[in-house]
């Protein structure tokens, strides 16, 4: 199976503090004109971010592959810019080209996601068999007769399982809207939605994006397997294919924190306006920011909680470029990949696990120009990733956005073309001979 190259090196002079060039070792040097890119128009794309970190935004790396060549992998940036108290540093944390970033929401892809694709290629998992045939207490009805015994595996992936988006477990103010579920226990977190967590909407509607779907297919992962979610990823996909920076609860793995870009810098407390049991209220590092996977789940669920770098997301996107094959060894084929990445009758923008950019581009973080075929995720806390077989391109963009300051109620890092992602992918789509 065909490995990817680094093809292009850009000989342009830049600013050290503002932009670093990655070369790994373990990529091969090509030739020094590229045959996919107008080398001039992609260069804005470095222009746009270098401009977004004078102007304030916290960091960025970006990858870009086109047929199964490195194009273009380079590091802007600061990992940590600011103290606890919103001061700048004297000495801010360059970033660099072994950071690991949070990958928020694209833990659903490059674990679960891989992980059930995996199950299924092996004949241990039916999408279309009940929840409960995999997790027997699974059972029950709400009070208004939704009843969990009616949601399949399929229900979760594709977001029709009619949870709700985001119930806030390890908030017990925030919670006590749908019910008594407080919870910054796992066991307790995994006992009250597999019997108690209500339903907003009817098995099998219009998808409503949910980490409980998520939470729920990474427990199932752990139930089939009898394993960690994260011991299964690691032990049956990460290590076959050489990674060597992809986990989750990176502090426990020997990462030194400095190895990680800081995100949120007053801890989860949104610029001091928000309190909870518990919460953290210094500046988060090698710890994953999303609430629900910290507090709830222990650091390690389905739906947030993964550390990886671009190179290691590289050879994690080219597994799903290849099919499920990569360097000779194979995860599952392309009856399973097709299965998984093609769009919803309800909704185009939506796969099985993956978001797609629609019919009409309607899925915003992509862009203007992906084709229908691309597709991808994004992750709250600053992340995309987006693989497009028409093009046979892949871009990977990890940032620290909410390494900013909170006010106004929002992220200063969220306003930038970068934190947006669609100006910074449709600079690169632009560049495309």
Not at 73 to 79: K, L, T
Not at 287 to 298: G, I, N
Not at 348 to 369: E, Q
Request: hydrophobic fraction near 35%.
């Amino acid at each position: 199976m065909r490995k990817i190259f680094l093809a292009i090196i850009f000989n342009i002079a830049f600013n050290a503090f503002a932009l670093t060039n990655c070369y790994d070792s373990s990529f091969v040097k090509g030739e020094s004109v590229n045959p996919y890119f107008d080398m001039n128009k992609l260069s804005l794309v470095d222009k746009q971010i270098e401009s977004d970190i004078n102007n304030g935004f916290p960091s960025a790396e970006l990858l870009i592959i086109k047929n199964h060549q490195i194009i273009k992998h380079s590091v802007y940036g600061y990992s940590q810019k600011y103290d606890n108290q919103n001061n700048l540093l004297k000495t801010p944390e360059l970033a660099s080209c072994d950071t690991l970033y949070d990958l928020a929401s694209n833990t659903k892809m490059y674990a679960t996601n891989y992980a059930i694709m995996h199950l299924v290629y092996l004949g241990k998992l039916d999408i279309n068999k009940p929840v409960s045939y995999y997790i027997p207490s699974y059972t029950g009805c709400d009070k208004n007769g939704e009843c969990r015994n009616k949601r399949t595996v399929r229900n979760l992936l594709s977001h029709t399982g009619g949870y709700m988006p985001d119930p806030q477990f390890f908030n017990p103010v925030s919670i006590q809207k749908y019910g008594n579920y407080y919870s910054q226990n796992r066991m307790l977190t995994e006992s009250i939605i597999v019997t108690q967590l209500p339903f907003i909407n009817k098995v099998g509607s219009k998808p409503i994006y949910s980490d409980v779907d998520f939470i729920l297919l990474g427990m199932l992962v752990e139930n089939i397997t009898g394993l960690g979610l994260d011991y299964y990823v690691t032990q049956n996909i990460y290590k076959p294919l050489g990674l060597k920076s992809t986990f989750f609860n990176p502090l426990a793995h020997g990462v030194d924190i400095d190895k990680c870009a800081a995100t949120e810098i007053q801890g989860n407390t949104r610029g001091g306006k928000v309190s909870f049991p518990n919460i953290r209220t210094d500046i988060i590092k090698c710890q994953v920011h999303d609430e629900k996977a910290f507090y709830s789940m222990a650091g390690v669920s389905g739906h947030a909680g993964l550390f990886s770098t671009a190179n290691d997301l590289a050879i994690l996107t080219e597994l799903s470029v290849n099919n499920g094959c990569y360097n000779n060894i194979c995860f599952w084929d392309k009856k399973t990949q097709k299965m998984f990445t093609s769009p919803l009758k309800q909704d185009s923008t939506y796969g099985l696990g993956w978001r797609r950019a629609g019919k009409n581009n309607d899925y915003a973080p992509f862009g203007k120009y992906a084709s229908n075929l691309a597709y991808g995720h994004t992750g709250w806390i600053g992340t995309v990733t987006l693989i497009d077989p028409k093009h046979d391109l892949t871009i990977i963009l990890l940032t620290n956005k909410k390494h900013s300051v909170y006010k106004n109620g929002e992220f200063a890092g969220d306003k930038f073309a970068t934190g947006r992602y669609a100006p910074i992918i449709d600079l690169i789509y632009e560049a495309i001979k």
